[in-house]
């Protein structure tokens, strides 16, 4: 996508070296754009665990490459194996909500058992993270092309009127390699000249939509208004909201969907108000494991630090300040469950379906056992 008119993802090899990866550093936006250097995998590890980047396509792309870097640095001896599982457990560890993650991992693995020696591995690992990251931009294209009928019909509906789509944190392109999930089909909307206005929810406490989604959607050139995450059901209420596009993190096969702290308050406003309520996910974000989203799946808890604190820019620096009684406990779930019945669709990179299991499973047979 877009910064300042030159196309960019989110993660790519540097030209010159191919033994370093290179991402935006995505602490500083939307103040500075700064490019960070990965050259290992302490180094990929960190940036995973301390958001440097962020957002589930992206953190399995980023542990497809962290294991082309373990590749690198894998003795070439008879604990090859086992330091390559090993530093793809570290990978696994650093962020627990988003499958994507393992998802990663697990195709790494696979793809190495076919290599005869370190040197044909380390190419087998390159490759396998290439192709990783191509098909989290290839879905997310997809995602958008399928659902930007969905964003024609209601603007056809309003007579071309702008339509009024809501979002939650960051499910645009910095979530994933490129275009995002909730935003693939806005911004194909957009492209396509259809008039539309995206109510970003600020998203605390990180505030990725005030800080990622606005910057992103203001690269592209598309209206938005950055709004408190307590604002989006009084706005639903007066008729100014025509749909909700949210990303996921983690949705089970049955159609139950973990994502950003605060999804599930948005969505319980949306079924009050009888507004369609879709998530755009790639099959890469399905656990096909887990069928019961409340209880199976694993709920990040960050510091409290991230609550009680607030980051931005001040007199041309990023400062932090403390908004809460230093004293003061403070708890930090930083994804919850929206359970199938309050979402209306699900939008794949093979199309829409309903959030049941025999919808999905319909929607990819090859998962059928
Ligand atoms: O904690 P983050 O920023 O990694 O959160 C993940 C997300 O980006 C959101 O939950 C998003 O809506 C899901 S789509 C990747």
Redesign the pocket.
């Known amino acids: 996508m877009n910064v300042n008119g030159k196309n960019s993802r989110t993660l790519w090899l540097k030209a010159d070296d191919e033994q370093i990866v290179q991402v935006i550093d995505q602490r500083h936006l939307p103040h500075h754009f700064v490019v960070e250097d990965l050259r290992s995998l302490d180094d990929m590890v960190m940036a995973i665990r301390d958001?440097h980047l962020?957002?589930?396509?992206l953190?399995g792309a980023a542990a497809g490459f962290g294991m082309y870097l373990a590749a690198l640095e894998a003795p070439h001896d008879s604990s090859y194996d086992h330091f390559m599982k090993e530093a793809g457990l570290r990978l696994q560890a650093t962020r627990p909500t988003?499958v994507n993650l393992s998802w990663a991992v697990d195709q790494q693995l696979k793809a190495l058992q076919a290599g005869k020696s370190p040197s044909e591995k380390t190419t087998i690992a390159l490759n396998t993270a290439q192709v990783i990251a191509d098909s989290d931009a290839e879905s997310c294209r997809q995602i958008g092309q399928h659902g930007l009928p969905l964003i024609e019909a209601i603007s056809r509906s309003k007579g071309g009127a702008p339509v009024n789509i809501l979002t939650?944190?960051?499910?645009g392109w910095l979530?994933?390699v490129d275009y995002g999930?909730?935003t693939a089909p806005i911004y194909a909307a957009h492209q396509k000249g259809i008039a539309v206005h995206v109510w970003v929810d600020e998203t605390r406490p990180?505030n990725?939509g005030a800080s990622l989604t606005a910057w992103e959607l203001g690269q592209q050139g598309v209206p938005h208004t950055i709004i408190t995450d307590n604002a989006g059901g009084h706005l639903m209420q007066h008729g100014l909201v025509d749909l909700v596009i949210?990303?996921?993190?983690r949705t089970t096969f049955t159609g139950d969907v973990a994502?950003?702290i605060g999804t599930y308050l948005k969505a319980l406003a949306a079924k009050d108000n009888d507004i369609p309520f879709y998530v755009a996910l790639p099959s890469s974000t399905i656990d096909w494991e887990l069928e019961d989203g409340l209880r199976q799946i694993p709920i990040e808890q960050r510091g409290e630090e991230e609550v009680k604190y607030i980051e931005g820019l001040c007199d041309g620096e990023i400062r932090k300040v403390l908004l809460a009684p230093e004293d003061s406990p403070a708890a930090n779930f930083?994804?919850d469950v929206t359970p199938a019945r309050l979402v209306t669709a699900l939008i794949t990179e093979r199309g829409i379906c309903k959030p049941d299991k025999q919808s999905i499973l319909a929607l990819f047979p090859e998962r059928k056992s």
């Not at 949210?246 to 993190?249: Q, T």
């Open positions: 958001m962020r957002g589930a396509g953190i988003a939650h944190c960051n499910a979530a994933f999930t909730a990180r990725q949210v990303g996921s993190d994502n950003k930083a994804f």
